[in-house]
């Protein structure tokens, strides 16, 4: 009966550890292959990084650009910023299930975002900065509710924001400048509390500037330069705005006065020399 116990018990810990070794063993081998498939995807590698470094010969943990939390030893980090690849982003990237960090900015990747990175569900810094991605922007990009950074700059992006973006309750800065899209600013982007940093710049936008209806207390700059914004600014525009510092809106098509509600914004006055660029606004 004892016997039979402890044979019973022994056979749940080997059961268990096993089954611990071989989610190590699957889950790290899970992020080698997401990597090697990236790099199959890479045409052009300039400084001949990934053909020298990624090697299934070395641990992934020490190849160029990747890092791994210390106690799982899961790949937390990728960081291929500025090495003049060439290439698409495969859908196996989805499975880096530990990556708080991506950053692939300036860089030649084209081709569309793959859905799948819609699991990265621990992604808190995101760029894609200085590519030639096209499409649309993701709407799946609002569910990645944990992102503090979204880099989209300086790419092919077309359509519009997607209201979607509003749900990312963390985000600090938001830079798509420098892409087509078009259409207006959603509402819900100015109902992200911890936003501090807003870049919009040469794009294609249209429609008025969406009213804050709360206030934002992190914001401290806004750049809208050069889209086709029109409309009157929003009476209350700076009702909710105490530490915005930095208001860029020059090259619009903005009609009528700056809101009186601007002196509320006390930070903001030792930049006021910068509304002297405006141009639209003041006509
Ligand atoms: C990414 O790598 C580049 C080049 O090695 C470096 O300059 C940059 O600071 C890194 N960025 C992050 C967020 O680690
Ligand atoms: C982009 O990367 C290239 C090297 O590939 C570098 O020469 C250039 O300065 C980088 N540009 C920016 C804006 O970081
Ligand atoms: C990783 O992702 C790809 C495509 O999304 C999938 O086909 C593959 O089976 C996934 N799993 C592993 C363990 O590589
Ligand atoms: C703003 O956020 C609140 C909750 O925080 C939500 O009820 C409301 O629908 C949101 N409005 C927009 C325009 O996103
Ligand atoms: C916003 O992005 C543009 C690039 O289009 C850049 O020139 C500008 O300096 C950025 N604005 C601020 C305030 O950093
Ligand atoms: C603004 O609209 C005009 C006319 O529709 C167009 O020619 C121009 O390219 C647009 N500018 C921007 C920055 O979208």
């Known amino acids: 009966m004892g016997n039979t116990f402890l044979n019973l018990a022994l056979l749940i810990i ?3 550890s096993m089954a611990t070794i071989s989610m190590k063993l699957t889950t790290i081998l899970t992020d080698q292959s997401a990597l090697l498939v990236l790099k199959d995807h890479v045409i052009h590698d300039p400084a001949n990084v990934l053909t020298t470094s990624w090697s299934a010969s070395a641990p992934v943990c020490n190849w160029f650009g990747v890092s791994c939390g210390s106690k799982h030893r899961r790949v937390t980090a990728l960081n291929l910023s500025g090495l003049g690849l060439v290439g698409t982003l495969p859908r196996h990237l989805g499975n880096l299930s530990f990556l708080s960090l991506l950053y692939i900015t300036n860089n030649s990747f084209n081709g569309r975002l793959p859905v799948q990175l819609s699991n990265l569900q621990r992604l808190k810094y995101l760029s894609f900065g200085i590519n ?3 499409g649309e922007i993701p709407s799946w990009l609002g569910s990645l509710t944990e992102l503090r950074t979204l880099f989209l700059y300086q790419n092919n992006f077309k359509g519009v924001i997607p209201f979607s973006l509003g749900y990312l309750s963390k985000l600090e800065a ?9 259409g207006s600013i959603p509402s ?16 294609m936008l249209s429609g ?3 009213s804050v209806p709360r206030d934002l207390h992190s914001l401290e700059l806004i750049d809208f330069t050069t ?4 409309d009157h600014m929003p009476k209350d525009m700076f009702d909710h705005l105490p530490n915005l510092k930095e208001l860029f809106l020059s090259f619009n098509l903005l009609s009528g006065r700056i809101p009186a509600s ?3 914004c006390k930070k903001l006055q030792k930049y006021l020399y910068r ?3 405006w141009r639209g606004a003041y006509q």
């Open 14 to 16: 080997f059961h268990f």
């Open 132 to 134: 030639y991605f096209s």
């Open 174 to 182: 938001l830079y798509l400048f420098e892409n087509q899209i078009s």
């Open 188 to 203: 819900s982007i100015f109902n992200i509390s911890s936003l501090q940093i807003i870049n919009l710049s040469d794009n």
């Open 208 to 210: 008025s500037i969406p």
């Open 227 to 230: 889209n086709n914004l029109t």
């Open 262 to 264: 601007l002196f509320k």
């Open 275 to 277: 509304i002297t660029k």
